[in-house]
């Protein structure tokens, strides 16, 4: 077994939910579940596919804890769930893999947690999924920041009538 020298925000925590960037370096990110104060990493990644080093970690917020994570159409940017935070956070990721934060899109309604999500193929759109509101959420994407902007529409997850 081969073991990665892991310091920083992420030394000692759980990582749960892993993504590899599309975009060359091809980074590998994860997100530390369950919060809180919750926290990222990224791996730098050898040509043949090994993870070779940890490339930077970092924090999010004291009452975060991350459940899903998706990369933009472009792969220059990195969305997080945060379930326990009831947020959608959205980093830039730079020609060397690193993140930088961007925006933290709240919740309109409290307790309603978000837990995975998407980015639809043009970029326009990220799709959310709702732990506690029972519900798939579309959001506009806004164009110069690459941060949720606004719902556009919201669909249930429960049938009709029950």
């Avoid at 104060?37 to 975060?64: D, H, I, M, P, R």
Wanted: contains cysteine.
């Amino acid at each position: 077994d081969r073991v990665l020298d892991f310091k920083g925000d992420c030394f000692n925590k759980t990582s749960a939910f892993i993504v590899q960037s599309p975009a060359s370096p091809n980074a590998v990110y994860t997100s530390q579940w369950p919060g809180p104060a919750a926290c990222g990493s990224s791996f730098k990644v050898l040509s043949n596919g090994t993870l070779s080093s940890v490339l930077e970690t970092w924090k999010y917020s004291n009452k975060s804890g991350v459940h899903g994570l998706a990369f933009g159409a472009d792969a220059t940017t990195l969305h997080s769930a945060d379930l326990s935070g009831d947020g959608v956070w959205t980093h830039s990721v730079g020609n060397d893999g690193k993140v930088s934060a961007v925006a933290t899109y709240p919740m309109p309604t409290a307790g309603m947690h978000p837990r995975h999500l998407t980015t639809h193929s043009s970029g326009t759109y990220l799709y959310v999924v709702l732990e506690a509101g029972n519900a798939l959420v579309e959001y506009s994407i806004d164009e110069d920041t690459a941060a949720a902007k606004a719902q556009v529409n919201s669909y249930s997850l429960i049938p009709a009538g029950k």
